[in-house]
């Protein structure tokens, strides 16, 4: 995909994945629309770009959850006569623990973000894609989302959701040469455990991805427009192998690692 001077949207960009991502993109010769919550974070991102690749990244920051959110940035861009060749939906979280320990509030709020305001985002700057006949969206996911796992129910369901719109809007846009991808690491070397809950060691013998080899990963597989991108050897064999484990095995093994 010939993402020169395109913008690229791209959510949580201030820390880990979505970092990277912006980083990715600028070396690539895009401009990055910088969007989160903590604005020095994103400045500060915007200004290395600069000094680093010579990019005018475009800064936004702003809380997704916040009602409207959404329709104020795509009119704010369109203002700016912006088209988002690229969108990169980032922004998420998630709790590991019991189900019933955090307050429902903390499970509405990431319901909200790592499912509908993801939603609304590839609702808002689809159609534009569709019409131009080019661009592609990449859905952060993660491999928790290929099958239920205990203790971190709420998180790998939202991810499972992401999953599987993920691959329908594959098949819808696909006619229109728009790839859409579901972006699936395992444990990455982020902030993400931290406001988990989790280690980052939970799963034994796998050590953690760099955002580096995540984003790379991505990038490779929107280009050969993959519905599912896994982003290891040992991750794609086994999202490939999933289906085929009895439940009852899966759900014990993962319930007696998260559970610690």
Known sequence: MNIENKFVLVTGASSGIGREFCRAFARKGGIPVLVARRENRLNELADELKSEFGTEALVYPA?????????RMKEFLEGKKVEIEILVNNAGFGFKGPFEKPEFSEYNRMMQLNMNILTELCYAFLPGMRERKSGGVINVASMAGIGPVPYFGVYAATKAYVVSLSQALWKEYE???????????????????????????????????????????????????????????????????????????????SAAIMKK
């Open 63 to 71: 809380d997704l959850l916040e009602d409207g959110a959404v329709s």
């Open 175 to 253: 006619e229109h040469g728009v790839h859409v991808s579901a972006l699936c690491p395992g444990p990455v070397d982020t902030e993400f455990f931290e406001v988990a809950g989790a280690d980052p060691g939970l799963v034994p013998g796998r050590s953690l991805q760099t955002p580096e080899e995540v984003v790379e990963k991505a990038i490779e597989g929107l280009n050969k427009n993959k519905r599912v991108v896994p982003t290891s050897t040992s991750l794609r064999a086994l999202y490939k192998i999933s289906g085929v484990i009895p439940a009852g095995i899966s759900l014990s093994a």
